[in-house]
T-cell receptor, first 115, second 114 residues
Framework: AQSVAQPEDQVNVAEGNPLTVKCTYS??????LFWYVQYPNRGLQFLLKYITGDNLVKGSYGFEAEFNKSQTSFHLKKPSALVSDSALYFCAVSANAGNNRKLIWGLGTSLAVNP | KAGVTQTPRYLIKTRGQQVTLSCSPI?????VSWYQQTPGQGLQFLFEYFSETQRNKGNFPGRFSGRQFSNSRSEMNVSTLELGDSALYLCASSLEGAWGNTIYFGEGSWLTVV
């Protein structure tokens, strides 16, 4: 079965420190990978995506993510965290295989950046 | 360019009633997807419409239904509401389809069933 895992329900980092939010996946075919962020009481906002090409993808608000095919991972990173980065982060994956074209979502990781 | 607009933003319904939620996608977007978000279950995919046709469907009971109009606006309906239907319902639009394109979310409709 195709799945996406965000192994950490919550990540806590100090402001100014690097942050990593993890995502691993299990899908057939070549995956398309996405990160979205949700601020309190808001809808989700697109951060970045990997379709093909360079494994390191840069996105909004200084975030980046690295696609690792061998480890089937797509971890979200930022060199220096801000308090305003505190939010809920979702990883999503879709596989370009046959007619199964649904996005598969992780359960989300709550990021808390402490001043 | 206007974003995805969902109405109403907040509503309270009684168990057994039915509710209709509306979504206006970004202009030019033909795909509209609906999600249910609850604290314990994360984002659960309800269905996707593309050019007035349901293209994908999640694992929800038949009480949950939707439709899309010729102008790409979409509605979802939940009949015979249950307490467990209390959730944030999110609509998302994209140009061609949710599976491979960036999707843009609305602010959501908060449904409370009492």
């Amino acid at each position: 079965a195709q799945s996406v895992a965000q192994p950490e329900d919550q990540v806590n980092v100090a402001e100014g420190n690097p942050l990593t939010v993890k995502c691993t996946y299990s899908v057939s075919g070549n995956p398309y990978l996405f990160w979205y962020v949700q601020y309190p009481n808001r809808g989700l906002q697109f951060l970045l995506k990997y379709i093909t090409g360079d494994n390191l993808v840069k996105g909004s608000y200084g975030f980046e993510a690295e696609f690792n095919k061998s480890q089937t991972s797509f971890h979200l990173k930022k060199p220096s965290a801000l308090v305003s980065d505190s939010a809920l982060y979702f990883c999503a994956v879709s596989a370009n295989a046959g007619n199964n074209r649904k996005l598969i979502w992780g359960l989300g990781t709550s990021l808390a950046v402490n001043p | 360019k206007a974003g995805v607009t969902q109405t109403p933003r907040y509503l309270i319904k009684t168990r057994g009633q039915q509710v209709t939620l509306s979504c206006s996608p970004i202009s030019g977007h033909r795909s509209v997807s609906w999600y249910q978000q609850t604290p314990g279950q994360g984002l659960q995919f309800l269905f996707e419409y593309f050019s007035e046709t349901q293209r994908n469907k999640g694992n929800f009971p038949g009480r949950f239904s939707g439709r899309q109009f010729s102008n790409s606006r979409s509605e979802m309906n939940v009949s015979t509401l249950e307490l467990g239907d209390s959730a944030l319902y999110l609509c998302a639009s994209s140009l061609e389809g949710a599976w491979g394109n960036t999707i843009y979310f609305g602010e959501g409709s908060w449904l409370t069933v009492v």
